[in-house]
């Protein structure tokens, strides 16, 4: 349960990355509250042929999370072995279909907390100069932090929207 609705400072962090973990806990909370009680079947529900399941979307949050902390943190890209294991996750499409399935919904959420975790701690160690650090994303175009981690941000809302979606298709057969 929430005691208000704010963006504000996060004790343990600068003022502008409270304000930022405060945006990412709360759009994490909502998302975690969309998918808490799904069975492992719903998890797997694909809407057609061409679809991503939900826990197929959620292994993709998390996915973005670990990315989006390697580059931004570490200043790399991920390693061959990383991208390998992520890579499903990452893609979604075709190789997600036939490799994330089969899980409760616990493991989903522990994936996603685990990540967050190490973000979060990531953000401790920073100040709000950070947020305006540059390096290249998408085509070699500059970003700053503050816009990879806003990324983030609406990434997970995006797909929360169509967890959203798949959740409003699954067959009255795969209700518990």
């Known amino acids: 349960m929430h005691e208000g609705y704010f963006i504000t400072d996060v004790e343990g962090y600068t003022p502008q990355i409270g ?6 806990n ?5 998302t975690i509250d969309s998918v808490k009680n799904l ?7 694909l809407l057609d042929k061409k679809a991503n399941s939900i826990g197929a979307l959620l292994m993709h949050i998390a996915s973005t999370d670990f990315f989006f902390r390697i580059l931004s943190f570490e ?3 991920l390693t061959t072995e990383e991208d390998k294991e992520w890579e499903a996750a990452s893609y979604l499409e075709e190789p997600a279909r036939k490799l994330i399935k089969g899980n409760k ?3 989903y959420l522990e994936v996603l907390k685990n990540e967050r975790n190490k973000v979060l701690e990531s953000l401790k160690s920073v100040n709000d100069d950070w947020l305006n650090e540059q390096m290249p994303l998408w085509d070699n175009k500059p970003a ?7 990324h983030v941000i609406e990434d997970e809302i995006n797909h929360r929207g169509q967890i959203n979606l798949i959740r409003k298709r699954i067959p009255k057969d795969l209700q518990p």
């Open 105 to 107: 919904v616990e493991y």
């Open 39 to 45: 069975t492992p079947p719903q998890l797997d529900f």
């Open 19 to 24: 304000r930022l973990v405060s945006m990412m």
């Open 75 to 77: 200043k790399r890209e």
């Open 26 to 30: 709360y759009a994490r909370s909502v």
């Open 144 to 150: 700053n932090n503050y816009f990879m981690w806003f």
